[in-house]
Every structure is written in C-alpha cells, then in structure tokens.
C-alpha cells in the first residue's frame, strides 16, 4: 500500500489516475481502473450527447462499485458544446470527482462545490495550478511536455515542471506524462507529487476499448515516436508519429502562417476515431506520448497497477532505503 494524500482525499487504493481520453475513456476502461484500485475517468466528450453520458455513468456503475471520475475538456471546438449540460450530467449522475482540461473550470465551480464533487484541475503550467488552486480546486494535475494530447507552448518537462509546482502548491498535486511504470511513480512521489496520471500506458491495456493494431504498434514503438503537431496555431499536440502527423509536421514548416484549413482533412477527429477503432494505423491522427517508449506488453489495468505499485515500493523501501547511510 502507498498512502498519499491522493488515496485519502480519493477514497482510493494506489495513487494512480487514468487521465481523460478521448474516444478511450469508456466505461469498460474507467471500471478496470476503479477495480484495479486506481481511479478510472470516463470522458465526457467522448459521448456524443449529455443523455449519452448519463447513460454511460449509469453503465460504468454497473462495472465498479469503487470510484470513478468525469473529465470534461474545455478545449476550443468547431461546433458549439453544451458543457453546462455534461456538467448537470456528471453531478445528476452522482459523479465525486471531475477532471478538467483545456482552460480554467472558474464557472463551474460553485456546482461542483454544492454537489460536493472534488475537483482535479489538470494543467500544463505552474501559473495555471495556482490559479485552480486560488478558484478552490481540491487537486492538480500536471502534465509536463512528455506527455500525450496538449502539453501547452512552455516545453518544460516533469523532471522540472513537477518539483517547481510542489514548491510553490499547497493542494495535492498528481504528476502526469511520461509515467508508465513504478520507477515514474517512485520518481514523481521523490519530485513531490501524491500520485500520478497516466493517458498512453492504458491505451496499452487488456480492458482499452482500442483495436489491437494500435495496442500492439504502442509495444512496438521507441520513445522516439511521437511527434508534436499543431505548433504554428499554438495547440499544440504530441500525437503518435505516423505518416499523417509527418504530413501536418510539413505543412507547417512552409514558410508563411499555416492555415488550418490545410491541415482539417487530416486531421479530422472522426479519422482519428477510425483509427482507433479500426486499426488503420495510417487513417488520421492518434494521441501517445513519449511513454510509449516504455511499454512492453498489453497488461491488464489489475496486473498493471499491482506491478506499478510493487515496483514502486520496492524501489523506495529497498534500492533508494538502501542508498542511505
Ligand atoms: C488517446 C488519448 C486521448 C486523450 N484525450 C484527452 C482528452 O480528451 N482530454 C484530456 O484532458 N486529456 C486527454 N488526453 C491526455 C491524458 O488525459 C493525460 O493527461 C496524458 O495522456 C498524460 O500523459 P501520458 O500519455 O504520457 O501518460 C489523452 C491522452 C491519450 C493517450
């Protein structure tokens, strides 16, 4: 057992957290997690509708009695969203904690606060924590520039990004991107965070409701296989590095202001979405971070938050311990 102040406020066995994912984070996931001890997150953007996530709430109960969580991304979209109504959803649905992304949860914040759900900000940035921890978020979440999906415009890795928001954060904080195995979750409890986050590593796992040709390309991949999209509009993305993300990477190094509307065939989320569902490695775009370099095998989330934690323990308990002295 590692207790952290993640596991207590939580209600959790391991401090591990499965971060939102898009067209990922399905009950099927968030129950696997929740079961195997960690905290699994369905993504409420995933469900086309807020009846759907509603739905979707009810049928992850069904899977776990163990906690589980809602992230809504509040990310700039083509088409309008109804994220008050997902929110309703989320607290109607009964959910406790809430994972936000893409900008700052300020309006939401007194629902989430009646309905008694503890709010985890996830951010890219050590000026962006302590601005959810000013609008009373109850924990943060930081993704340093490993890590898959949006890693802001700062570049700063965890090794530096996690040390320099403990120093200066009075609310737990969970590290996040690049965590794949018990020696990052050694090495982000020794940096000053409670627990971690992790998005790609269970992409990797039995219960993902992913196809196969993209679990097993993720074993296959180096650390070198990521690639960062979307620089020129500062949003940057780090997704899988496949020949789509080679294409989008040329159009905008061409001199001059990329214009988006020569990147949007390719990078259309539904394209994306195939992939993922399909296993056309090659059909559009699809989120990994560096981690990936560092997985070896499709687990599933019990066996692989039992080997995080025993390694972890082992690694704090036995080598470090007997560094010392
Ligand atoms: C396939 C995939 C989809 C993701 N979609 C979202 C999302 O919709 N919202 C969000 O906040 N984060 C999203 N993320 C980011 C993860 O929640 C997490 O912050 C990130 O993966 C951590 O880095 P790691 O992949 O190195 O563990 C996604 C990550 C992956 C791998």
């Given amino acids: 057992m590692l207790k952290t102040a993640v596991t207590e406020m939580l209600g959790i066995e391991h401090p591990i957290v499965q971060g939102g994912m898009m067209h990922v984070g399905r009950a099927e996931l968030a129950s696997a997690v929740s079961n195997a001890g960690g905290l699994g997150i369905l993504t409420a953007l995933t469900q086309p509708t807020p009846e759907d996530l ?53 309006q939401f914040m007194p629902a989430f606060k009646a309905a008694g759900i503890k709010v985890i900000h996830k951010c890219t940035s050590v000026r962006h924590a302590l601005k959810a921890e000013k609008i009373g978020c109850d924990m943060v979440s930081i993704d340093g ?12 890795p965890g090794l530096v990004l996690i040390p320099c928001a403990a120093n200066v954060l009075k609310i737990p904080m969970i590290a996040s991107g690049g965590f794949g195995d018990g020696r990052g979750l050694a090495a982000a409890l020794a940096l000053g965070a409670d627990g971690i986050n992790m998005g790609t590593r269970f992409v990797a796992t039995k219960e993902a409701p992913v196809h196969e040709n993209v679990k097993q390309r993720m074993v296959e991949a ?95 308990a036995a080598r470090l311990a007997g560094m010392v002295g």
Avoid at 145 to 156: K, M, N, R, T, V
Avoid at 257 to 264: E, N, R
């Fill in 222 to 316: 180096s650390e070198l296989d990521t690639a960062l999209i979307f620089r020129t509009l500062r949003n940057t993305a780090r997704v899988f590095k496949n020949s789509i993300a080679d294409k989008v990477v040329e159009i905008e190094a061409q001199p001059g202001q990329t214009d988006f509307k020569d990147l949007q065939p390719l990078v259309a989320g539904v394209k994306g979405r195939e992939v993922l569902d399909k296993g056309d490695l090659e059909y559009g775009i699809w989120t990994a971070g560096m981690v990936v370099g560092l997985i070896k095998d499709i687990p599933t989330c019990e066996e692989l938050l039992k080997t995080i934690v025993a390694d972890a323990q082992e690694i704090i």
């Fill in 54 to 106: 509603t739905k979707e709430i009810a049928r992850c109960r069904e899977m776990t009695d163990k906690p589980f969580g809602v992230n809504i991304t509040l990310l700039p979209t083509i088409n309008p969203v109804p994220y008050d109504e997902y929110a309703q959803a989320a607290i109607e649905g009964g959910i406790k904690v809430i994972e936000t992304a893409g900008r700052s949860p300020e």
């Fill in 145 to 156: 520039f490993e890590c898959a999906g949006h890693p802001g415009e700062d570049d700063i």
